[in-house]
């Protein structure tokens, strides 16, 4: 790690001890913050968002010039007749790119597959997974939808045929049975959903010195821009789509663990978050996937609460790369997430890989050479085709939802 990030981390951790001044101060004297010390937490709060960012911009950074390394090693140890020859998958981009190609397909690695998207820490096994364009593409996605980042599971499939899927509406229920007395049946109950294949576009444009400057990134500028655009679309239907012609979100389908009281506006207490915590029950709680999902608006109101002991539901995380926890478990934020209102599911808590990802095919590209003829643009088309569903509707995920009144 750079000497730079560790500066960065400890002043993360010194504006984070600013802050707990202030709130015990404030309950110290048991009052609420004044105007101006609001003014200065919230400041303190955008700082630590703003240095999150850019401990993020640099790790990456960091991890782009160790891959460059590994691979101009590896391209040393080959022959020279070896290094001669392009990567396919570059080389039929860039043919695609300058216009020799009509359309591209790029399909994910390995044909059907049915896994988590998480692959996992650079530490712990990161870099050594090679980076496809339709890995970056995803990962892009990724990093704009909270819930994607949340680890739920994905479903990749050739064709985009209508998938049904059974969804756990109750499980099976034991009782105690004298001896030689009929044993009860208690079956689960399952309901049949669907998955169908909904499609998402976006349309980019590349001046022609773009695409002929040899220094310029290709790859990385359209899985970029790609990602990030398909992210957004897909990321708001996730978390609340109807799921009538559009995906079923993980709000749409959680349960309430916890409503808020009376006259607070929609605000949730300490005591709020505590009783959503333990509204789901522990085999989804132990899940590697269980954590939070909220605004981040809402993160900075639940860095204000203590439990009884005194001590912050909030915790830092000292490790870059690693998220922050409310009560051990690990936060993502998603600006889709409502925001805390009256009736409002502003939180959402469980185990997210419980919400599946159908991903159809791989990522289907086209350009044009006369849509922007007269300013000399290219413009290009990415097409995915995507559903999702909360498949166990038993109290897997439950969301925090405000007072009526």
Known sequence: MSSHIKALQERRANIWEQAKALLDTAEGESRNLSAEEEKTYQALNADLDRIDARAKQLLEAEQ??????????????????????????????????????????????????????????????????????????????????????????????????????PVTTAHSTATLTAEAAPLNESDPTFAKRTLGAYKYSVLLQASSE????????????????????????????AITGSGTGQPTGVITSASTGKTGGTGAGGAFTADDLIDLFFSVIAPYRNSTSCGWLMRDATLGAARKLKDLQGQYLWQPSIQ?????????????????????ALAAKSVAFGDFS??????????????????????????????????GLLVDQTGAVKVFAGGAS
């Open 64 to 165: 782009r010039n160790k891959d460059a390394e590994d691979a101009f090693t590896q391209l040393l140890a080959k022959p020279a007749e070896a290094r001669q020859q392009p990567d396919e998958h570059e080389s039929e981009l860039r043919r695609w790119a300058r216009g020799e190609m009509r359309g591209i397909n790029i399909a994910p690695p390995g044909g059907v597959s049915f896994r988590d998207l998480v692959k996992g820490t650079a530490t712990a096994g990161g870099n050594t997974v090679p980076t496809t364009f339709y890995g970056r593409l995803i990962a892009h996605l990724i990093e704009v939808s909270g819930l994607m980042m949340a680890g739920p599971t994905v479903l990749n499939t050739a064709s985009g045929e209508t998938i049904e899927i």
């Open 210 to 237: 773009l695409l002929t400057d040899t220094g310029v990134d290709l790859e990385g500028y359209l899985s970029m821009q790609a990602g990030r655009a398909l992210g957004n679309a897909f990321g708001a239907h």
């Open 354 to 387: 419980q919400y599946f990802v159908r991903m159809v095919g791989g990522v289907r590209f086209e350009r044009s050479d006369d849509y922007a003829f007269n300013s000399d643009l290219t413009t290009f088309r990415a097409i995915i085709r995507a559903d």
């Open 320 to 340: 870059v790369g690693v998220p922050d926890t409310l009560l051990g478990k690990p936060v993502h934020t998603d600006p889709n997430v409502a925001a805390v």
